[in-house]
């Protein structure tokens, strides 16, 4: 799951990173009231889960009220790469004497921690990477151990920063790595991290991703679900459990298991399809999840067809079946349905099908075959419309 | 011949007393695997089915001398009953649950990783080795005994894939669910290692998926030790680039994780590498009509 | 560094283990108000870094406010295997349905943390020990790993606890290790561990020992040491940076490193002397630290005599008695000294000490000879006397 | 030969810029030790005496290729410096700061048994190899080359056994001090073991004192392992009884930890015990004259 910029820097100030002051804010109101009890100038920031806010005019600097009330107007709402903005960090303004970049993340490679240090923060990583791939100092870090403080000062000396903050880096290295531990997260990124004018380090920036797995151990990063920001049918299928992906095809696919709907969008493609959505209905799908699931796929308007690819291991196809016979006489469902049930009770479950005589509903034995028969009836619904 | 579970492996559940373990368990035990004992604090004395119930691994181990631990408690027990497990000296672990915090698995990986005890899995299917044991989920009525060794990250497409192989007359010598956590107990190249010792197998498949880097590394792996052939399925070549792990992830290795970058890295060390389960199941069979 | 039990429960309760409410008292009008504020009936329990309070009458039952002030009034000032009772606590009163036993402790064998548990406790764990050496289950726990729930679960089940409360001791015990590893202590023990009649479990006891290396990550356990408990001999060589323990015999003893001067006391005993004290004047010892530790030995109205063993590494032996030549000038000394150097400048030791032609001082070459001779010298100072 | 320091020995020394530090770093060098590095952080690219100083001991190893790391940092730092030599790789680690808190300790303890680096100490005098190298506090000028392998728990004691075996002709192949902290990096087994396999030691001196149980258990490893001469001697026969442990302490193991039930355990073993510093050069010149 991730943060927002101001939701980051919230854990990053439960653990002792420095952060300038600043409030969110959701009207323009309260970015002003924000502001004046901050002192200006202030910078108004747009919070959205998507890079290059500032070059999109969502990063504002204001010296007075009035500069905040048109800024924040001007970025409330907005659109940056997709996402409407509806919420508003208005921050102290800092004197930039250089800009770091500092990170902790899950090296899935090697199992581990990494903590990242470089001297030429402000700009993309990648872009860093590729201006100089040695500007980047990386280092493991045993979790059991954990971040000891020679980490630290390697990746302070190592990147070659100034003299005068090696020390102060590397605390807040030490403090970024508690934080990600801590918090359970999975990447902890600062960028820029800032030395002022007065030699004052902070976090300028922050990206945060925690593990949606350890919310429990986190009762208020829970609450941080940003929703408003959320596609509404990405939505309706978290709450009702399942993991669904929106994508921008006409297919709409279920599967049961991540790595078999993977391949089913694949097979789809490869048919000259375009799927519509991913959607794991889960290992064990009962019938009431498959209701769910239908539901959720036909609320996307852009659905011509339906492809329910299953393989049955825990998932029991004749619960599958009976899953979509209920959905069917709940919903009222206007495209073509191409059904594969293989796997435990694969007869059974073909034969609920047939006995319900569903309108619209073609039963294929194979993954292959069913991907070119859904492709072929999107097509047909797409040449009627 | 097999790898890591058959007729040797003396099973103990953790969870048994719950729905899915007990459902599992016996579902394990009607195959043929030796179930020995279930362990769920407080039920000691207690038995399912007959089997009985300890209130601690370490009873389990000195009272039925259990070898392979099968794991079915929630997500966030599972660590601690991972670490149990291996502390009472258990040489095998499958953790089948689902959902485990990413820094609990990272502490028992690095622990696990420093003693004796094999870990596969979290949220993996388990492991079959037809004919001998089943240890986890994977429906066994469609795999028979033969000499393809099946690794994979995924569930539900490992059953596909051996499926397709199946219809093609291959039966296998063990299928290997390694689970797709970004933190798993086993890699890769660590079964393959196994199936290339393995008198039975003749061929390894591996089915892998976009994310991480270790189709990409298994691939390095298997140009320099492994003189059988392989054959590989990527899943997620239409995927969306993923929203978990952001930019910096990316950056670490070079690699993107995508499917196409690791075809690519297979096909480079020479591994066929199937666009669809189909193809997987013909390519296995067009090698086994040259090889054998 | 030993906690008395009040200030042990001030670490429990901070890290989340169950102790009856109580408060500490100086005198008898603070212990009315604490049993006053508690509710009776309350326990009266004497303050010593000793066990045996109970037997030596140090603990007692109070049902009103007239038997804590006969109580507290006759345990104030009590004299309990040699320690004087200078401060009580206040307890609430439990009613004891099960008495258990619990510790984590350094194993320095294993090098490891280890935690114990006996559904026998009440009793010394050496009598447990005896009456039933199985009744004792202990664990050793991998300090990176740190306590995992199994462990505690273990540790109940192994024990043959009630069931109903293996949930709760299992609890109890992870919190123990968290104060043990948190708090840098090297023992905690609890004894006993009570299950009280409402079945709630309850540490009635606390001995905790902590690292005093680790004191300065604990500025407020640093504050618990109970300086009035102290021999004023051993405080002054405490506040002086001296290693010393006092003993009971007449032969005053400083040398340079533990080991060594662990092995003057067998050769001083071994020729037939009793020494008077260990005192370590440690590596590298000046002449000011030579000033202070005479000052400290000639403390002890028992020294008839007083043997200087040094061998010089670090140590300079000129050093060392130049350090001697200077306490001569500061303090009236009236006891022989013997003093043997070796070593790093030993000759220019030796020359120092010609020079200076102190009275009362023999120069030996070997140990073994110098303990002969200052025992020899304290038997004719025994007899003038 | 000799053991764990010799010519082949390239020092760094994490503190050198210190008083300790220098004084001793520089001694050792006069006594022959190759002396390549120190490190101080924010003092890199100075130097002391002209040895180099480093920011990280990574650098360190990287610029000079030391092997060999002495540690003279305050004891709230040690453990810390500990473990940055041993990510830096280096093989041995002598650890001369006295004070460190136990539990630091013990997880770079647990740390470093897992790895390739031997850590000897900590709050010991470090060790000598008379003749090679010096890398401690150990005054070199008191012992000459020889036969005598000598390993103790304890620094002047040290001296004065090494003095007494000089004063009877004995020199040594090495004197190695291995602390008297609860937690030590290594313990006599471990060196007896380096002196063992060493051609040039013919007889093995250990010096113990009272407190845990290595000694004990030295004396079952020395019983079972080592045909080379032992003699040991055992400080603390008179000491009262230590305040620091509590009684849980001493239950644990059976032993009371007393020099007396030390000294029974190895004579049971057979291991010959000197009761004073000159008894133990005597044995070890009675048993000198027998076997050489």
């Known amino acids: 799951m991730d943060l927002l910029e101001y939701q980051g820097k919230q854990l990053f100030r439960a653990h002792g990173v420095p952060v300038p002051d600043g409030r969110p804010a959701a009207t323009v109101e309260e970015a002003v009231e924000a502001a004046d009890e901050l002192g200006y100038p202030v910078v108004v920031k747009a919070q959205v889960l998507i890079g290059g806010r500032g070059k999109a005019g969502g990063i504002k600097v204001a010296g007075d009220r009035s500069e905040v009330e048109a800024h924040a107007g001007a970025i409330l709402g907005m659109d940056i790469r997709g996402l409407t903005v509806h919420e508003l960090y208005v921050e102290r303004a800092s004197e930039i004497a250089e800009e770091y970049y500092a990170a902790i993340l899950l090296d899935r490679t090697a199992k581990k921690p990494m903590a990242m240090l470089s001297r030429m923060g402000g700009m993309d990583v990648e872009e860093i990477a590729a201006t100089d791939p040695n500007a980047i100092v990386r280092i493991h870090v045993d979790p059991l151990l954990g971040f000891s403080d020679f980490h630290g000062r390697r990746l302070a000396f190592e990147a070659g920063i100034a003299g005068d903050v090696v020390r102060p880096v590397s605390v807040v290295l030490a403090k970024l790595y508690e934080a990600f531990a801590e918090e359970d997260a999975v990447l902890v990124e600062v960028n820029p991290l800032l030395v002022t004018a007065d030699r004052e380090v902070v976090a300028l920036d922050a990206k945060v991703t925690v593990d949606g797995n350890a919310l429990y151990r986190h009762p208020d990063t829970a609450t941080f679900r940003d929703v408003s920001a959320e596609d509404p049918q990405e939505r309706m299928a978290k709450e009702r459990g399942l993991t669904f992906v929106k994508l921008d095809g006409d297919i709409g696919i279920l599967g049961n298991g991540a790595g078999l709907v993977m391949s089913t969008l694949d097979v789809v493609a490869q048919a000259g399809g375009h799927p519509a959505n991913f959607l794991d209905a889960g290992g064990g799908s009962k019938a009431e999840a498959i209701v769910d699931a239908v539901e959720v796929i036909l609320s996307n308007r852009n659905v011509r067809a339906v492809l329910f690819n299953i393989f049955g291991g825990i998932t029991r196809c004749d619960e599958v079946a009976r899953g979509l016979v209920t959905a069917f006489g709940q919903l009222d469902v206007k495209v073509p349905f191409v059904v594969r049930l293989d796997g435990t009770n694969d007869e059974e479950g073909r034969r609920i099908l047939a006995e319900a005589n569903l309108p619209n509903v073609t039963v294929e034995k194979t993954m292959d075959g069913a991907a070119a028969r859904v492709v072929e009836l999107a097509r047909s619904a797409e040449a009627v419309s | ?292």
Not at chain 2, 8 to 33: A, C, D, I, P
Not at chain 2, 150 to 172: D, H, K, M, P
Not at chain 2, 219 to 233: I, L, R, T
Not at chain 2, 247 to 259: D, V
């Open chain 2, 1 to 292: 011949m097999s790898v890591l579970v058959d007729s040797g492996t003396k099973l103990v559940v953790s969870g048994l007393t719950g729905r899915e373990g007990s459902f599992h368990g016996m579902n394990n035990r009607r195959y043929g695997t030796d179930l020995v004992a279930g362990v769920t604090p407080g039920k000691g004395g207690q038995d399912v089915e007959g089997v009985p119930v300890f209130d601690t691994v370490h009873e389990a181990v000195a009272e039925t001398g259990a070898n392979t631990s099968m794991i079915f408690v929630p997500p966030r027990f599972a660590a601690d009953a991972i670490l149990e497990a291996a502390d009472a000296g258990i040489e095998l672990v499958v953790c089948i649950t689902e959902g485990i915090p990413v820094h609990d698995m990272l502490r028992v990986y690095t622990h696990l990783r420093r003693g004796p005890t094999r870990l596969i899995g979290p949220n993996c299917p388990g492991i079959l080795s037809p004919g001998k044991a089943n240890v986890g989920i994977i429906p066994a009525h469609f795999f028979s005994e033969g000499n393809v060794g099946l690794v994979s990250r995924s569930g539900t497409l490992t059953y596909q894939i051996g499926n397709e192989l199946a219809q093609r007359g291959f039966g296998n010598s063990s299928i290997v669910g390694i689970g797709g956590d970004p933190v798993q107990g086993s890699s890769f190249i660590e079964i393959i290692d196994l199936f290339q010792a393995d008198p039975q197998t003749e061929l390894i498949v591996m089915c892998g998926e976009i994310g991480g880097e270790d189709e990409e590394r298994a691939a390095e792996h298997v140009a320099e030790h492994v003189d059988k052939p392989v054959v590989a399925y990527i899943a997620g070549f239409t995927a969306p680039p993923g929203k978990t792990m952001g930019h910096a992830g990316a950056i670490i290795s070079g690699s993107k994780g995508t499917a196409q970058a690791k075809a690519e890295a297979l096909e480079a060390k020479g591994v066929r590498v199937g666009r669809t389960p189909t193809e997987v199941a013909e390519i296995a069979a067009e090698i086994a009509g040259a090889t054998v």
